[in-house]
């Protein structure tokens, strides 16, 4: 599966285990809404920094938020 | 251990237990040779997809690229 949908994926499942709306993650990491919905939907190509700060948010790192095999749970 | 120094300290270790110089590697990668280099010195914010094709190249995953783990070796 294509890096970005991973984390597209992946993102999308934490936000919503944690309960978090994408205005609260996006508020929490310091980054636009949209941004994170477009995130959500693999329109971006974020960097590492990014994918970082919301990873912190969901208490998890980076390289988990990348994991292809979270992604297929 | 921030992301950059992560990713920076991982990319070097694997790019050179595969005997690659960062020429090589680059070339494979389809990325600038200084590119590379800035990033082993975690110069550059680099994309997920930059990862990703650093990470093929490697016969890895780009969540293995990030992981801290990894790093502390």
Tied chains: 1, 2.
């Excluded at 969901?58 to 992604?71: E, H, R, V, Y």
Aim: proline share 3%.
């Amino acid at each position: 599966m294509e890096i970005r949908k991973i984390f597209a994926q992946n993102l999308k499942r934490e936000r919503l285990a944690r309960g978090l709306s994408q205005e609260e993650l996006a508020h929490l990491a310091d980054i636009d809404r949209t941004y994170v919905s477009s995130l959500e939907r693999s329109v971006y190509n974020p960097t590492i920094d990014v994918v970082d700060r919301l990873a912190k948010v969901l208490g998890m790192t980076a390289a988990q938020l990348l994991s292809p095999t979270n992604a297929q749970r």
